[in-house]
């Protein structure tokens, strides 16, 4: 008796199954393939990725080329490719341009890269930091004071080692417009606050405060 129910439920969970497949084949097939489709085209995105890099990788060495035999303009075009790209590689082209534009005297033009890169959320803070710091020194060795002092000073001062190192641009700042005094000053200051900078490694600290020291003796030489 028990086998008898045994196979008649069985039976009837067999004719519900079939019902259920019955009813929503459609459904089980669409979903399948929706999975296929998903697989396949995360295949085909992960490919077109590898790819778009290895592009962006062989556009960027033509730029070098192009830089190292002298032709500016078209190293220029070259990275103006990759600056509309999502990876690393725009961020990058953008710093190069920047730097190939600095050295030649255009300013104003590697601001507009530096500025993009700053602005930039996707890149890591202590890089868009480090920027600031290209960006204001560029600026003085331009002669343009005030927007060097002002660079240096929109540098985050809560970024490991980026105060001392704001300070210490202000003081060169102050000290190549002849402000002598006012650089000894921030020199000091630069000092003070390099002492007690936390995560700081000791051979960066070495090296920073060794540099303040220098600049202050120099400046305290012409007091």
């Not at 962006?56 to 078209?74: K, Y």
């Amino acid at each position: 008796m028990t086998d008898l129910i045994r196979e008649i439920e069985q039976e009837s969970q067999r004719d519900r199954v079939q019902e259920f497949i019955k009813n929503n084949i459609l459904g089980i097939i669409g979903g399948v393939v929706f999975a296929v489709l998903v697989a396949a085209g995360y295949l085909w995105w992960q490919g077109a990725q590898e790819r778009r890099a290895l592009s962006d990788s062989a556009t960027f060495g033509r730029a070098l080329q192009a830089f190292q035999a002298g032709n500016l303009e078209i190293g220029l075009t070259e990275l103006a490719e990759l600056e509309t790209t999502s990876n690393g590689y725009a961020v990058l082209a953008r710093l190069e341009a920047a730097k190939r534009l600095s050295d030649v005297g255009q300013i104003d033009a590697a601001i507009v890269h530096w500025d993009a890169v700053i602005a930039d959320d996707q890149v890591a803070s202590p890089y868009r930091e480090l920027v600031k710091v290209y960006k204001s020194t560029a600026l003085a060795s331009a002669e343009r004071y005030d927007e060097a002092l002002s660079a240096a000073q929109s540098i985050d001062k809560n970024s490991v080692g980026f105060a001392p190192k704001s300070l210490e641009l202000q003081g060169l700042i102050h000290w190549q417009r002849g402000d002598t005094v006012q650089a000894l000053a921030t020199f000091e200051e630069a000092k003070a606050l390099m002492d007690s900078e936390p995560f700081v490694s000791v051979s960066r600290r070495s090296v920073s405060l060794r540099e303040l020291d220098f600049y202050i003796e120099q400046l305290e030489a012409l007091q």
